[in-house]
C-alpha cells in the first residue's frame, strides 16, 4: 500500500519559516522522484520544486532562493524548507511521487495547508 504523508504545514506571518516534510512508504523510493506541488483556491495545482533519484533540485521561479527540497533515502522522506514566506504561498501542499519501475507510477498525499498572513 502506498501511502505518502505530509507533515509540517500551518500558519505563520509574511517573512517566516516553515519545514514540510514527507513520509513515503510503499514505493521504491530511491528511484522515485519526489516533488512538492501548491494549489491555492480557484487556482490550478502547480509545481513547486522536485528533486531527482540522483538528488538534482528544480524549483518554480516564484520560490527560488527562498524554498529548498531536499531527500533522505535512508528514511524515505522528502522535505521542504520555505524561507521568507509570502501571502501568495498560502496554499495546500502535496508531495508526489513519480516512480519508474514497470511503467511510470505518480502519487500524491492528501495534503498540508500553508497559510501566511500579511
Known amino acids: 500500500q502506498v501511502q505518502l504523508v505530509e507533515s509540517g504545514g500551518g500558519l505563520v506571518q509574511a517573512g517566516g519559516s516553515l519545514k514540510l516534510s514527507c513520509a513515503a512508504s510503499?514505493?521504491?523510493?530511491?528511484?522515485?522522484?519526489m516533488g512538492w506541488y501548491r494549489q491555492a483556491p480557484g487556482k490550478q495545482r502547480e509545481l513547486v520544486a522536485l528533486?531527482?533519484?540522483?538528488?538534482?533540485?528544480n524549483y518554480a521561479d516564484s520560490v527560488k532562493g527562498r524554498f529548498t527540497i531536499s531527500r533522505d533515502n535512508a528514511n524515505n522522506t522528502v522535505s521542504l524548507q520555505m524561507n521568507m514566506l509570502k501571502v501568495e504561498d498560502t496554499a495546500v501542499y502535496h508531495c508526489n511521487a513519480v516512480v519508474p519501475y514497470l511503467g511510470v507510477y505518480n502519487y500524491w498525499g492528501q495534503g498540508t495547508q500553508v497559510t501566511v498572513s500579511s
Open positions: 528533486i531527482t533519484s540522483g538528488g538534482m533540485p
Open positions: 510503499g514505493i521504491r523510493f530511491k528511484i522515485a522522484s
